[in-house]
C-alpha cells in the first residue's frame, strides 16, 4: 500500500484526500492536532484513517502533503526533518507562494527524502474540510516547482500520484511562480478587499450602497469572503512581489485620475480597446487560478411557479446551481433569468435539461 499523509485536511487537502481515497493501492491518512477535526475528517469520510499525532501521521508514509496556511510550513517542515521518515519519501506543499518554503526546505537538508513544491491552481472562496470535492482540481493547473537537486524519480513519482486530481501538472521556478500568481491573483484578491471595504464605508452613511451592490458587484468581488487567515499569510509571504505589484497598481490608478482630470476621453477609450484586446486573447472556458462562475440566460415567461418550477427541474437531475438573478421582468417582456454554476458539467447538463421547455442563451 502507498500511504498518503495530508496535514491539515481543509478545502484543499480535504479536495486532495478524496482524489485519492479508494484508489487502488493508496491509503489516505489525515492528520489535524485538533481531536474534534480529526472526528470530523472520520465522519465525512474524507481519509481512510485519521489521527492526532504528528508522528503516527508521517511514519511509514510515502507522501507527505502539507495543506495548512502558509505562514505553519516551516513549523511543519521542521516537525517532520526530525522523524525517521521513509526513505524516498517525497514531502510535497499546496501553498499559494513558493519561494521561500522552498528556500526554506533546501536549507533544512533533509536526508533521504525529498521536498517538491506545489501548488493546486484552483480553489474557492470558502474554506475548511466541508467546502472539500474530488473535482476541484479537474482541468485546473498544478504547479510543481522542484529544483536542480530534486531527483527526477522523485518527481515523477509524485506527477504519477497527482495524475488522481486531473489537474494539468506545469512546471515552474518558485520565484517565477510568486510573481506571476502575485499578479494574477493576490494582487486581485486586494483589489477585491479594497473595492468592498471602499464601498462599505460609504455605506455607513447610506444603505443604498448595499442594497443596490447586487448582481455584477457581488460577482467580481466574490474573492474578498475569502479566508482571512490563509490570505494574511500567503500576502506576507510574497511581500516583496506584491510592493513591485501594488505600486505598480497605483500608477494604473494614477493614469486614470489624470485621464479624468484632463477630460480626456480618447484616452479613457484607448485604456478600454487596450483591455479588451488582452482580454480577447486569454484561454477561455479553462479554470483559471480564479475560479469563474459558468452562466446561462434563460427565458422565462412572466408567470408565478417558473423559478420554481426551473429549481426543481435542476435539483431532481442533481445539478449543483450556484446563483439564481432575475435580470429584467416585465409584463410585456419575458423576465430572462441568469443562472450560474460553478462547474461546467452542472451547466452542460442544465443546458441539455431547459433547452426541450425553454429558450436558453450561453
Ligand atoms: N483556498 C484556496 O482556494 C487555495 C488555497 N491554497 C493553499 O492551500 C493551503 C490550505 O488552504 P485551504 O485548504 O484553503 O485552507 P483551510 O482553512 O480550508 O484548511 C487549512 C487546514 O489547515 C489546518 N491548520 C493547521 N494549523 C493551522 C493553523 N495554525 N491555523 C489555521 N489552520 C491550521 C486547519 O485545521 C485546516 O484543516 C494554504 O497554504 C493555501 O495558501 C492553494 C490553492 C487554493
Ligand atoms: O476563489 C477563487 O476563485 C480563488 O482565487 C481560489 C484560490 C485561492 C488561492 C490560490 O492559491 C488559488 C486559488
Not at 516551516?74 to 506543499?93: A, H, N, Q
Not at 520565484?175 to 464601498?199: T, W, Y
Not at 458587484?217 to 506584491?242: C, E, G, H, Q, Y
Request: with cysteine; net charge negative; glycine share 8%.
Amino acid at each position: 500500500m502507498t500511504k498518503i499523509a495530508i496535514y491539515g485536511v481543509g478545502l484543499i487537502g480535504g479536495s486532495l484526500a478524496l482524489c485519492f481515497k479508494g484508489k487502488p493501492g493508496l491509503t489516505v491518512v489525515g492528520h489535524s492536532g485538533n481531536p474534534s477535526s480529526v472526528e470530523k475528517y472520520l465522519k465525512r469520510e474524507v481519509v481512510d484513517y485519521a489521527t492526532t499525532s504528528f508522528e503516527e501521521a508521517a511514519e511509514g508514509a510515502d507522501f507527505i502533503f502539507l495543506c495548512v496556511p502558509v505562514g505553519n510550513l516551516e513549523e511543519y517542515l521542521t516537525r517532520l526533518s526530525k522523524l525517521p521518515l521513509k526513505p524516498g519519501c517525497v514531502i510535497t506543499d499546496v501553498g499559494s507562494t513558493k519561494a521561500s518554503v522552498a528556500e526554506y526546505a533546501s536549507r533544512l537538508n533533509l536526508q533521504g527524502v525529498s521536498f517538491i513544491g506545489g501548488h493546486p491552481m484552483a480553489g474557492k472562496e470558502k474554506s475548511g474540510v466541508e467546502a472539500a470535492t474530488s473535482r476541484l482540481f479537474e482541468n485546473a493547473f498544478y504547479v510543481l516547482t522542484p529544483d536542480k537537486d530534486t531527483p527526477e524519480e522523485a518527481y515523477t513519482r509524485l506527477t504519477d500520484l497527482l495524475q488522481w486530481t486531473r489537474a494539468h501538472i506545469v512546471k515552474v521556478d518558485a520565484r517565477l511562480h510568486d510573481e506571476i500568481v502575485g499578479a494574477i491573483s493576490h494582487l486581485p484578491h486586494i483589489i477585491a478587499v479594497a473595492l468592498v471595504n471602499q464601498v462599505a464605508r460609504y455605506n455607513e452613511s447610506n444603505e443604498l450602497y448595499q442594497n443596490l451592490a447586487a448582481g455584477g458587484f457581488r460577482d467580481i468581488t466574490r474573492i474578498a469572503s475569502s479566508d482571512p487567515i490563509i490570505w494574511r499569510d500567503i500576502l506576507i509571504s510574497n511581500k516583496t512581489v506584491m510592493l513591485n505589484l501594488l505600486k505598480d497598481w497605483n500608477e494604473e490608478v494614477g493614469r486614470f485620475i489624470k485621464l479624468l482630470e484632463t477630460g480626456n476621453g480618447e484616452g479613457i477609450e484607448q485604456e478600454f480597446h487596450k483591455a479588451n484586446q488582452f482580454r480577447g486573447g486569454l484561454p477561455e472556458r479553462r479554470k483559471g487560478v480564479i475560479h469563474s462562475f459558468y452562466d446561462i440566460y434563460v427565458d422565462v415567461p412572466d408567470h408565478p411557479g417558473v423559478i420554481g418550477q426551473i429549481t426543481m427541474l435542476l435539483g431532481s437531475h442533481r445539478v449543483n446551481l450556484s446563483n439564481i438573478q432575475i435580470i429584467e421582468s416585465r409584463e410585456d417582456v419575458p423576465g430572462v433569468l441568469r443562472l450560474s454554476f460553478r462547474e461546467e458539467y452542472d451547466m452542460d447538463k442544465a443546458l441539455e435539461l431547459l433547452k426541450k421547455d425553454y429558450t436558453v442563451h450561453v
